[in-house]
């Protein structure tokens, strides 16, 4: 297209995002017509995209982080011929592949679900980071930004992290449109105060007016040109651009145009321009090979070890086995075992350094190139990503997190280190998978489990060494438990996980000599639960107590009531949690201040089983 005929898609761009809003009633079309021209110029001058093959790996990559200026993206799917005109006005209806907010469950050519500010720069480092050293592919990621989401830290956290690698293969777009939802941005059409920021993270940057086709055409040809650096095209444009009672406007945003016929007509009437859209060149697809044997470590009962350190060990086995595996770290490797892997797979190995959003985000650009990645942290560390973890499950995105260092029982470093929420957070994750060992052969086989699940998977783990409870060749499926003490006399079941099934496992001991028969369910998988044996230890016991170290709220007695919301009677339920606002002390002071040691599971067994015989 020449100048003429990029000025021309701009319009039509406008025209169409116009449209769509105003046929739903609803939408983005103003922040959509300030980056038509950014748009249009990437699409017919600088995209290589092959429509028919969105998996082609040789493909760009297009991330549009202001995910509600989404109006405008679909505009240019029709303009490259992967929709039609009929399917654009379906824009925000029920049923139609064109939501409010783009999502590649919906569309294939849409790499991740955007709509969260803030989040679409760091997921385009991940997949670019891909490009550079995993796929060893030559694909640009190009990323265009909203001004307003650059106030989000996720977003600087990103901008380090790239110049850090020196992505040059990422180009950043920002549409610096001065408006935010409520007014103006925090630097309005200040261009330098975006530039100098990126700049300081090692990127290139152009400053550019971004209704200027031929300018914003060298300032993208100059960022594909930059060798050894991101590069920031910061983009001058007018919210509404185009049209006059719109242009530059407050009080519009996320509101279709109130004239929209008479917009459509200022702009010059509707078009039907079609881009041919530059073809990838040609690539495959490089996934590392392992030697395909998983050989898990393996622990014989009575041992003791740490399940923070099973998982260290399984998961550099898992590496040697599969080629698709990698692993990241937020800085604490060696506390998490991540090291382990970095040590035999060091190509495969991403250190994030202490900035848990983009972990998780780059986790999610890994995910979506097909890389099958681990991402460890400390549980409490990742409640900061939580955002993240919830915008992978919009993507649907294959992500395995582990978060170590769980509950009271890391013992004197205090509270702030003390994941207590994080069963109840990924537990509320549409389709997680939530995993809590309680010994070493169970961590490393639900290790490699995870590999094979579809979602986000949550596997906890644990600092302090405990007992191996557990055979080598034990089987853990997902979804299941281990009944570890059961007799024809039990009148109390106890379901615990990781570090309370030993407690729980004691208390039983000692209520037997006592004469009193106590059921012990280790649940393992906390979400999927194993409904099943828990209702047949209801049924067969008349009463259950949970013990879990972690809060009372949404963690491992939440899961076990959830067993019994069919309609059908609800056992005598006791919960044994962490209520307290712990202190510095010892691992076993911990748990017997917060009530979930041997001594307090027995004194509450004790209770529930003569609560329970009365009539």
């Given at each position: 297209?020449?100048?003429?005929?990029?000025?021309?898609?701009?319009?039509?761009?406008?025209?169409?995002?116009?449209?769509?809003?105003?046929?739903?009633?609803?939408?983005?079309?103003?922040?959509?017509?300030?980056?038509?021209?950014?748009?249009?110029?990437?699409?017919?001058?600088h995209?290589?995209?092959?429509?028919?093959?969105?998996?082609?790996p040789?493909?760009?990559?297009?991330?549009?982080?202001?995910?509600?200026?989404?109006?405008?993206?679909?505009?240019?799917?029709?303009?490259?011929?992967?929709?039609?005109?009929?399917?654009?006005?379906?824009?925000?209806?029920?049923?139609?592949?064109?939501?409010?907010?783009?999502?590649?469950?919906?569309?294939?050519?849409?790499?991740?679900a955007?709509?969260?500010?803030?989040?679409?720069?760091?997921?385009?480092?991940?997949?670019?980071?891909?490009?550079?050293?995993?796929?060893?592919?030559?694909?640009?990621?190009w990323?265009?930004?909203?001004?307003?989401?650059?106030?989000?830290?996720?977003?600087?956290e990103?901008?380090?992290?790239?110049?850090?690698?020196?992505?040059?293969?990422?180009?950043?777009i920002?549409?610096?449109?001065?408006?935010?939802?409520?007014?103006?941005?925090?630097?309005?059409?200040?261009?330098?105060?975006?530039?100098?920021?990126?700049?300081a993270?090692?990127?290139?940057?152009?400053?550019?007016?971004?209704?200027?086709?031929?300018?914003?055409?060298?300032?993208?040809?100059?960022?594909?040109?930059?060798?050894?650096?991101?590069?920031?095209?910061?983009?001058?444009?007018?919210?509404?651009?185009?049209?006059?009672?719109?242009?530059?406007?407050?009080?519009?945003?996320?509101?279709?145009?109130?004239?929209?016929?008479?917009?459509?007509?200022?702009?010059?009437?509707?078009?039907?321009?079609?881009?041919?859209?530059?073809?990838?060149?040609?690539?495959?697809s490089?996934?590392?090979?392992?030697?395909?044997?998983?050989?898990?470590?393996?622990?014989?009962?009575?041992?003791?070890?740490?399940?923070?350190?099973?998982?260290?060990?399984?998961?550099?086995?898992?590496?040697?086995?599969?080629?698709?595996?990698?692993?990241?770290?937020?800085?604490?490797?060696?506390?998490?075992?991540?090291?382990?892997?970095?040590?035999?797979?060091?190509?495969?190995?991403?250190?994030?350094?202490?900035?848990?959003?983009?972990?998780?985000?780059?986790?999610?650009?890994?995910?979506?190139?097909?890389?099958?990645?681990?991402?460890?942290?400390?549980?409490?560390?990742?409640?900061?990503?939580?955002?993240?973890?919830r915008?992978?499950?919009?993507?649907?995105?294959?992500?395995?997190?582990?978060?170590?260092?769980?509950?009271?029982?890391?013992?004197?470093d205090?509270?702030?280190?003390m994941?207590?929420?994080?069963?109840?957070?990924?537990?509320?994750?549409?389709?997680?998978?939530?995993?809590?060992?309680?010994?070493?052969?169970?961590?490393?086989?639900?290790?490699?489990?995870?590999?094979?699940?579809?979602?986000?998977?949550?596997?906890?783990?644990?600092?302090?060494?405990?007992?191996?409870?557990?055979?080598?060749?034990?089987?853990?499926?997902?979804?299941?438990?281990?009944?570890?003490?059961?007799?024809?006399?039990?009148?109390?079941?106890?379901?615990?996980?990781?570090?309370?099934?030993?407690?729980?496992?004691?208390?039983?001991?000692?209520?037997?000599?006592?004469?009193?028969?106590?059921?012990v369910?280790?649940?393992?998988?906390?979400?999927?639960?194993?409904r099943?044996?828990?209702?047949?230890?209801?049924?067969?016991?008349?009463?259950?107590?949970?013990?879990?170290?972690?809060?009372?709220?949404?963690?491992?007695?939440?899961?076990?009531?959830?067993?019994?919301?069919?309609?059908?009677?609800?056992?005598?339920?006791?919960?044994?949690?962490?209520?307290?606002?712990?202190?510095?002390?010892?691992?076993?002071?911990?748990?017997?201040?917060?009530?979930?040691?041997?001594?307090?599971?027995?004194?509450?067994?004790?209770?529930?089983?003569?609560?329970?015989?009365?009539?």
């Amino acid at each position: 297209m020449d100048t003429a005929e990029l000025v021309e898609l701009g319009r039509q761009l406008r025209v169409d995002s116009i449209r769509a809003a105003a046929a739903a009633g609803s939408g983005h079309p103003t922040s959509s017509m300030s980056a038509a021209d950014l748009m249009a110029v990437l699409l017919a001058r600088h995209l290589r995209y092959d429509f028919d093959r969105p998996d082609h790996p040789g493909n760009d990559r297009f991330v549009l982080s202001k995910g509600h200026a989404s109006p405008l993206l679909y505009s240019a799917y029709k303009a490259a011929d992967a929709l039609g005109d009929e399917e654009l006005l379906t824009f925000r209806t029920l049923g139609s592949r064109l939501e409010g907010h783009p999502t590649p469950q919906q569309l294939p050519w849409v790499e991740t679900a955007t709509g969260s500010l803030g989040q679409g720069l760091p997921i385009g480092v991940g997949i670019a980071l891909a490009g550079k050293r995993l796929d060893h592919a030559d694909y640009r990621v190009w990323v265009l930004c909203g001004d307003g989401e650059m106030a989000e830290g996720s977003v600087w956290e990103a901008a380090e992290h790239a110049g850090h690698e020196r992505l040059d293969n990422l180009v950043a777009i920002v549409d610096v449109n001065r408006l935010g939802q409520r007014g103006p941005t925090r630097h309005g059409h200040d261009l330098g105060a975006y530039a100098r920021r990126f700049a300081a993270f090692g990127w290139h940057t152009v400053e550019v007016d971004g209704h200027d086709v031929d300018a914003v055409d060298r300032a993208f040809a100059e960022a594909a040109a930059t060798d050894g650096r991101p590069t920031a095209v910061v983009a001058r444009t007018l919210k509404g651009s185009g049209v006059a009672e719109a242009e530059d406007r407050e009080g519009l945003h996320g509101k279709p145009l109130p004239h929209p016929d008479a917009a459509v007509a200022e702009l010059g009437g509707v078009r039907d321009l079609r881009v041919r859209v530059q073809e990838p060149p040609a690539a495959r697809s490089l996934h590392a090979v392992g030697d395909g044997v998983l050989e898990l470590p393996r622990w014989e009962r009575g041992d003791e070890a740490a399940t923070r350190d099973a998982y260290g060990r399984a998961l550099a086995a898992l590496g040697t086995a599969r080629g698709d595996v990698v692993a990241l770290d937020g800085e604490v490797g060696d506390s998490t075992r991540t090291e382990l892997f970095a040590k035999e797979h060091p190509g495969r190995y991403f250190e994030c350094y202490i900035a848990e959003q983009q972990m998780v985000a780059e986790a999610a650009g890994f995910a979506v190139r097909g890389w099958v990645p681990y991402a460890s942290t400390f549980a409490a560390f990742l409640t900061r990503a939580h955002d993240f973890v919830r915008m992978a499950a919009v993507s649907g995105c294959g992500i395995t997190l582990n978060g170590s260092h769980a509950g009271v029982s890391i013992g004197q470093d205090g509270p702030s280190q003390m994941g207590l929420e994080d069963l109840a957070m990924m537990r509320a994750v549409h389709g997680s998978t939530v995993l809590y060992p309680c010994d070493a052969n169970q961590t490393a086989r639900l290790v490699a489990a995870a590999a094979d699940l579809d979602g986000i998977r949550y596997l906890r783990t644990s600092r302090g060494s405990g007992p191996v409870l557990y055979g080598p060749d034990e089987e853990f499926p997902v979804g299941g438990s281990k009944v570890l003490r059961s007799s024809g006399r039990d009148r109390v079941t106890v379901v615990a996980a990781g570090v309370t099934v030993p407690e729980a496992l004691r208390a039983a001991d000692a209520l037997a000599e006592e004469g009193t028969g106590v059921r012990v369910i280790d649940l393992y998988s906390v979400k999927p639960v194993d409904r099943g044996t828990l209702r047949q230890a209801a049924e067969e016991t008349g009463a259950l107590l949970t013990v879990e170290d972690h809060r009372e709220e949404g963690g491992l007695g939440d899961a076990v009531l959830d067993a019994f919301l069919d309609g059908r009677p609800v056992p005598r339920l006791v919960r044994l949690a962490v209520r307290t606002m712990p202190g510095s002390a010892t691992p076993a002071e911990q748990l017997r201040a917060a009530g979930i040691d041997a001594e307090s599971i027995a004194a509450s067994a004790r209770l529930l089983a003569v609560q329970a015989a009365v009539p």
